[in-house]
């Protein structure tokens, strides 16, 4: 079974709009963590958010939000007033605290900001 | 600046040929780690090292081979016995095992001809 799930292969949005990039998860334990990260053309993957099982409010940074939805298994990160320039892929993954160390990812969604 | 420089960005090789990728650090991070990348499917893990002289197998570490002789510096060998080692290879570190956030290289494509 897929621990990660992103439903939307690509998605085209205007510039100046939000963008919202659907991520659910699925574990059995009950200290893990979210993350996304963004891989533009060039291939390296940046880090953008976290956010940990146990945090009560949504991680915020910058321009990026992660909406943490703990009973639906759903932390889709946000992306306000979208720019050319975060046209990429993006990444959600899951680490699972208490069972393995190491990042299960998803398999991506390709964002496309239109000008 | 400190980052992580992976070479060769682009390689070719032929069936039955070993092959090394070269990864190296400055940031001083104990943890490093080499992920595969195919095209529609998410990161998976080849091996990891969480310390100097020590490294651990990933969810696909058949066909591959690493080295963590020194702390910058984490070699991965795709070798014959890969079956199909044509990807997109990532090197990330962290500064240990149990951190938040990796640190990636640019990535280093390898095509089987």
């Known amino acids: 079974a897929q621990k990660i799930t992103q439903t939307q292969p690509g998605m085209f949005v205007q510039e100046k709009e939000a963008v919202t990039l659907d991520c659910t998860y699925d574990?059995?334990?009950?200290?893990?963590?979210l993350f996304w990260y963004k891989q533009p053309s060039s291939g390296e993957m940046i880090f953008l958010i976290y956010?940990?099982?146990?945090d009560e409010q949504n991680a915020t940074e910058g321009r990026y939000s992660l909406n943490f939805q703990k009973a639906r298994k759903s932390a889709n990160l946000v992306i306000s007033a979208s720019q050319l320039g975060d046209s990429a892929m993006y990444f959600c993954?899951?680490?699972?605290?208490?069972?393995?160390?190491?990042?299960?990812w998803g398999a991506g969604t390709k964002l496309i900001i239109k000008p | 600046d400190g980052g992580i420089t992976q070479s060769p960005k682009y390689l070719f090789r032929k069936e039955g040929q070993n092959v090394t990728l070269s990864c190296e650090q400055n940031l001083n991070h104990d943890a490093m780690y080499w992920y595969r990348q195919d095209p529609g499917q998410g990161l998976r893990l080849i091996y990891y090292?969480?310390?100097?002289?020590?490294?651990q197998k990933g969810d696909i570490a058949e066909g591959y081979s690493v080295s963590r002789e020194k702390k910058e510096s984490f070699p991965l060998t795709v070798t014959s016995a890969q079956k199909n080692p044509t990807a997109f290879y990532l090197c990330?570190?962290?500064?240990?095992?149990?951190?938040?956030?990796?640190?990636f290289g640019e990535g280093s494509r390898l095509t089987v001809l």
């Open positions: 090292s969480q310390i100097v002289n020590d490294f």
């Open positions: 574990t059995s334990d009950q200290s893990y963590g």
């Open positions: 990330a570190s962290s500064i240990d095992g149990g951190q938040v956030e990796l640190f």
């Open positions: 956010q940990g099982s146990y």
């Open positions: 993954a899951m680490r699972e605290w208490d069972s393995n160390y190491q990042l299960i």
